[in-house]
């Protein structure tokens, strides 16, 4: 169930990033400034504020097997759409799908993880899993422009069919692992049969939990550094003097360094190093990119592990941090995430977008950069409010 979850979220990654090595031809080809292309980048999480909470009872009342292929079967057409795009909206349109998507997957990798692990070994899990959207994004950023558009004759529709093909085969392969008897067994112990009031009244009960807002307000810095850097980083390196595919290479270097993160951090993450571990990371990636500032090939290299070591890892421990709140447990944990990623894909629509309007007002990646280390100090701040949160309540028992 674990490899089933981990080839969903493959795809996932794969084409959430496929467009970032993409920018400049895709913005030749389709006549678009750079803020409109932020804002397509940025239509999927725009989408996806919306759809995540409702995702979130659905996976909860209809079970991961058929969740998780209806993801596959969105996402697979989102890439389709985008093969025959001819201008800004049918290209928004297009990207837009994958937020719906897009939270299946986001939702029910999680509470899989919930039905089937405990203690230790489910923050091992969780690590696992998402190194899976981890090497989706090295694919896309190594082998789009080193390998596929070349051998393609420069065609991005083509490389972008490629990709949707791939998510198709992973859902297949999901649908067939999923509908092993046992997991029928699981996911029925797993699921929730509330009306549309009893859906809407178990949201409610999550957001009265002070901890739980925090955690929601912390969800969007982190997804505003993420979104930023995962969709600009291939363009800032490429209009710093780099060629398109050696930026795409030098891009997949935090992404390879998130995935050892990814295997190791969560599991260390325990209650009583969880907040000194928070720090870092959201610290790390403010680091990583204030230093893309600097010069030389050394100064780019510890930017680009800091922002490994942070971008992926911090969104995993808020969300093990979120599955282990007073008030969580697994038959409303789609709920709770969904609630995560709805707040969350605020800072994703925000990060592509607010990056690609600061460089048509500036003229250059500079003024984004400070931005980032800004947002990165704003979770340190959230993170000593929720401690406090956190410390109250233990009193109050």
Known sequence: MLGGVWLIYFGFGLLSLAMAPLVDPISRDLGLSYTTMGAILGAWPLVYIVAAAPCGAFVDRVGLKWSLFLAALIIT???????????????????????????????????????????????FALGVYITGPFLGHILA???????????????????????????????????????????????????????????????????????IQVILAMSIGAFFLHHALANWLPEMLRTGGMAPDEAGIWSALPTAVGIAGALLIPRLATSHRRFAILIALSLSIGAGSVLLLATGVPALVVAMVLQGIGRGTLIAVLILVLMETRGVDPRNTGAAVGLFFSAAEIGGVLGPLVIGAMWDLTGG?????????????????????????????????
């Open 365 to 397: 990646f500079d003024a984004g950069l400070w931005l980032l280390g800004a947002v990165s100090l704003a979770l340190v701040g959230l993170l000593y409010l929720h401690r406090g949160i956190e410390r109250r309540d233990v009193a109050a028992v």
């Open 77 to 123: 057409a989102s890439g389709g759409l985008r093969v025959v795009a001819v201008d800004a909206v049918s290209m928004f349109v297009a990207v837009g799908l994958f937020g719906i998507g897009g939270p299946l997957v986001s939702i029910g990798a999680p509470k899989a993880i919930a039905q089937w692990f405990e203690g230790p070994e489910r923050g």
């Open 141 to 211: 950023l190594v082998l789009t422009n080193s390998v596929l558009m070349p051998l393609l004759d420069g065609n991005w529709r083509q490389v972008l069919l490629i990709y949707s093909g791939l998510i198709l085969a992973a859902g297949i392969a999901w649908f067939l692992l999923g509908s092993h008897p046992i997991n029928r067994v699981v996911e029925q112990a797993g699921r929730r049969r509330e009306t549309i009031a009893g859906q809407l009244a178990v949201f409610a009960a999550l957001l009265r939990l002070p901890s």
